[in-house]
């Protein structure tokens, strides 16, 4: 009785490793999300945008990017939506401030969560280094108080 009880205890303990190692789930394939460089900053927008691939068997929801005056940043902060399943996009960013450091990343959301890309900070252009043009017309019919524009 006693063989036949520790038996059955091993046997038991046996069964339980195997279950729980079976039990460990391997994902096949792998998600890639990369964030395109900063260009085209102003004073108050700029230009990014990723690159989502997928190998396996995921599906891909929306993607875009996402930023904040922190570093960083998530789809808690301001984002884009610029795509949905995987590809290249670009992205928009809009209603910065002034000479104001930003952190950006691209993001793809899927069934598992939410996948970042690598984080790029920029600077917004300040408002001293914006560029102006004020067009004139030639000026005519000078006197010691008046002219004539245009």
């Keep these: 009785m006693f063989k036949t ?11 339980t490793i195997l279950l729980l190692c079976s039990c460990d789930k391997k994902e096949d394939g792998k998600i890639t999300v990369v964030t395109k460089p900063v260009t ?31 570093p960083s940043p998530s789809t808690n ?7 949905t ?11 910065l401030e002034p000479d104001t450091k930003y952190f950006v990343r691209a993001y793809a959301t899927t069934s598992s969560g939410i ?5 790029i900070d920029f600077t917004t ?4 280094v914006a560029s102006v043009t004020v067009n004139t017309s030639e000026v005519s019919e000078i006197t010691a108080s008046t002219a004539k524009c245009g």
């Design 5 to 15: 009880n520790l038996l059955r205890k091993g046997i038991s303990i046996l069964i």
């Design 40 to 70: 085209d900053v102003t004073v108050s927008s700029a230009k990014s945008g990723g690159n989502v691939t997928v190998t396996g068997n995921f599906s891909i929801g929306m993607c875009g990017v996402c930023w904040s005056k922190s």
């Design 77 to 83: 902060d301001y984002f884009t939506t610029d795509n």
């Design 85 to 95: 399943g995987a590809g290249e996009f670009v992205s928009n960013i809009k209603n």
């Design 115 to 119: 996948m970042y890309g690598e984080e």
């Design 125 to 128: 252009e300040s408002l001293s």
